[in-house]
T-cell receptor, first 114, second 111 residues
Framework: EPEVTQTPSHQVTQMGQEVILRCVPI?????FYWYRQILGQKVEFLVS????????KSEIFDDQFSVERPDGSNFTLKIRSTKLEDSAMYFC????????????FGSGTQLSVL | SQQGEEDPQALSIQEGENATMNCSYK?????LQWYRQNSGRGLVHLIL?????REKHSGRLRVTLDTSKKSSSLLITASRAADTASYFC???????????FGAGTRLFVKA
């Protein structure tokens, strides 16, 4: 079964550094998403992306964050100048169509900001 | 906020028993979905019920949707230890692009 892959599985960084989290969505999917989950808390929506642009973003997704689809397969989340509170599990997801259809999630990247 | 909220927050049952989890939401929706998350892993889609459906089955899962009460329930019948996980309902408001997850119900099935 096709799956969403995320790399790396763990990322440790120093506060203030930039990180790039990488995702390869399922190949025929058109909608891409980033979510995060702070340990023990709910899964929070960050951003949705379609047709090479952001379709919707949450209040969490401020200027510190950016997303990019640099080629036909990768989808990246860049966090500039990381803060301690950015420590979380970051999940990438994709769907074949938008408007609330089934999301396929990757296994996540655990980001630890020290 | 239109996000779903699950109830109970945690549920502990014996293997073989049924588990029922509830979800309430606030705004008009196109559909409601249930996902499962094993500890430290990504979410896995279980079932989707559309706003014009009242009940849906998939294997040991039964989902109901009451749009007048803005609520849904997930029933897992004949539970197994392997069903131990967190279960989340998820909604997307009509015309929106973001699927919003509730806080989840942690289910523990004792063997």
């Amino acid at each position: 079964e096709p799956e969403v892959t995320q790399t790396p599985s763990h990322q440790v960084t120093q506060m203030g550094q930039e990180v790039i989290l990488r995702c390869v969505p399922i190949s025929n999917h058109l909608y891409f998403y980033w979510y995060r989950q702070i340990l023990g808390q709910k899964v929070e929506f960050l951003v949705s992306f379609y047709n090479n642009e952001i379709s919707e973003k949450s209040e969490i997704f401020d200027d510190q964050f950016s997303v990019e689809r640099p080629d036909g397969s990768n989808f990246t989340l860049k966090i500039r100048s990381t803060k301690l509170e950015d420590s979380a599990m970051y999940f990438c997801a994709s769907s074949e169509s938008g408007q609330g259809e089934k999301l396929f999630f990757g296994s996540g990247t655990q980001l630890s900001v020290l | 906020s239109q996000q779903g909220e699950e109830d109970p927050q945690a549920l502990s049952i014996q293997e073989g028993e049924n588990a029922t989890m509830n979800c309430s939401y606030k705004t008009s929706i196109n559909n409601l979905q249930w996902y499962r998350q094993n500890s430290g892993r990504g979410l896995v889609h279980l079932i989707l019920i559309r706003s014009n459906e009242r009940e849906k089955h998939s294997g040991r899962l039964r989902v109901t949707l009451d749009t007048s009460k803005k609520s849904s329930s997930l029933l897992i019948t004949a539970s197994r230890a392997a069903d131990t996980a967190s279960y989340f309902c998820a909604t997307i408001n009509t015309g929106g692009f973001k699927t919003i997850f509730g806080a989840g119900t942690r289910l523990f099935v004792k063997a």
